[in-house]
């Protein structure tokens, strides 16, 4: 079956711009989450979405990342008015309801900015 | 609050030997503890986890990664190491629902 899915794959803009990343998880996955990875880092986790209730928004490092999901499926994540320092590479997760499924990883956008 | 922490960030090891990458968590109670791997340019994709149980877990690619709660470790093994294993390797814990908390990850370099 089909796995995560983030588009697009690279994404290079200019300073100050927004730009809005996409996620469509494994179908049936109620739980999504996003994380960000600089270079040479872990993954950092960023915010968390599970079923219908408020998602957990406790690691946006900002207010100018916002993240939507409507019910079940697409994700989207919006960076507002770009730093350089955004520049990382974004990973969605998506996981089955039940406390021992794994997280499913996207491939990832890799975020440049200029 | 949990943490992972990846003791090494570069490991070489010859084609066909042995290899242990290590992992120590710290949690209250038994995380949930995943292994993780990277190759360049694509997403992480699931080794094996532990939640409860044996403590010796099989993976895929030949990989067992060993739960030890006295030592508060979850390090991964493979008893002959390929060519095509050389990638970023990334420990992870959880508590059931919440975000993984990522090791920095471990970078690891296959020699002929």
């Known amino acids: 079956g089909a796995g995560v899915s983030q588009s697009p794959s690279n994404k290079v803009t200019e300073k100050g711009k927004d730009v809005e990343l996409r996620c469509d998880p494994i179908s049936g996955h109620t739980a999504l989450y996003w994380y960000r990875q600089r270079l040479g880092q872990g993954l950092e986790f960023l915010i968390y979405f599970q079923g219908n209730s408020a998602p957990d928004k406790s690691g946006l490092p900002s207010d100018r990342f916002s993240a939507e999901r409507t019910g079940e499926s697409v994700s989207t994540l919006t960076i507002q008015r770009t730093q350089q320092e955004d520049s990382a590479v974004y990973l969605c997760a998506s996981r089955q309801t039940g406390a021992n499924q794994p997280q499913h990883f996207g491939d990832g956008t890799r975020l440049s900015i200029l | 609050a949990q943490s992972v922490t990846q003791p090494d960030i570069h490991i070489t090891v010859s084609e066909g030997a042995s290899l242990e990458l290590r992992c120590n968590y710290s949690y209250g109670a038994t995380p949930y503890l995943f292994w993780y791997v990277q190759s360049p340019g694509q997403g992480l994709q699931l080794l094996l986890k532990y939640f409860s149980g044996d403590t010796l877990v099989q993976g895929i690619k030949g990989f067992e990664a060993e739960f030890k709660r006295s030592q508060s470790s979850f390090n991964l093994r493979k008893p002959s190491v390929h060519w095509s294993d050389a990638a970023e390797y990334f420990c992870?814990?959880?508590?059931?629902?919440?975000?993984?908390?990522f090791g920095k990850g471990t970078r690891l370099s296959v020699i002929a």
């Open positions: 992870a814990s959880s508590s059931g629902n919440t975000p993984l908390v």
